[in-house]
């Protein structure tokens, strides 16, 4: 773990992407804690600047305070980034690593399921899907897993096609292990790396598309998050900047910092650079 650590840290870019990540993350752990009301409670008159008494970040178009809003939003897209990457992960190395062990007829029915939905515009099938189904944090979950699956897929399948023929691999089948044990216990951990790599990014990406649908009117309408701030203020955002600059501000600080820990993992994962 120190050498683990040393590896992810040696980058200043990934040592200040893992500060700024880990302070929106215990902000939106500790909302309840900072604020007394909610991000939906009106505290104010409207588009007060930030520095007014009481409001931190100022107030939005109907005098909500935009701090809390920042701090419950932070909460709903992390939330949202984080499942929609584990459900797409759990998905993308099912079909992956069953793709990648097996070959054959096997690896091409799922590969040709897989460039079925890498073919069609991923965004607007995830609209499509999200009206079709009422927007909501489920459906939007789902939607998001379901255009970014393929791509997890493709890269371990891409693994387990190297891994598949290895010494340990082939000494596991001669002690008469299932393949369900040689791939889960075998191969897997080994293909680990690159799968934690991509999911970081992953990620930040469901951010920045649950922040999209949220602006277009597609997001929870029960739930604050950063892209549904940006909606409810644009008509506002020439008088009053900070309605929109912030949580604009806040998704940017988020996808960067996990871009930037992305690169720290890569380092630390990767075998080849660990060499060097």
Known sequence: MREFARRFFARPATVAGFAVFTLILLVALAAPLLFAHGPFSIVGMPLRPPGSPGLLAGSD??????????????????????????CAAGVGVL???VAGYYGGVIDDLLMRITEFFQIIPSFVLLMVLVSFLEP?????????????????ARVVRGEFRALRNREF??????????????????????????????????????????????????????????????????????????????????????????????DGLNDALNPRRRER
């Open 61 to 86: 178009v109907l005098g909500r305070d935009m701090a809390a809003g920042l701090a419950y939003g932070a909460r709903i897209s992390l939330l949202v980034g984080v499942t929609s990457t584990l």
């Open 95 to 97: 079909l992956g690593a």
């Open 136 to 152: 909501s944090l489920g459906s939007i979950v789902l939607g998001i897993a379901m255009i970014s699956w393929p791509q997890v």
């Open 169 to 262: 691999v082939e000494a596991a089948r001669t002690l008469g292990e299932s393949d369900a044990r040689i791939i889960f216990t075998q191969i897997l951990p080994n293909a680990l790396p690159p799968i934690i790599v991509i999911s970081s990014m992953m990620v930040g990406s469901a951010i920045l598309t649950e922040s999209a649908l949220s602006f277009l009117d597609l997001g929870d309408p029960n739930l604050l998050s950063w892209g549904s701030m940006i909606a409810g203020s644009r008509s506002a955002m020439w008088v009053a900047w900070w309605t929109t600059v912030l949580p604009g501000l806040a998704i940017m600080a988020t996808v960067l910092s996990l871009n930037f820990m992305g």
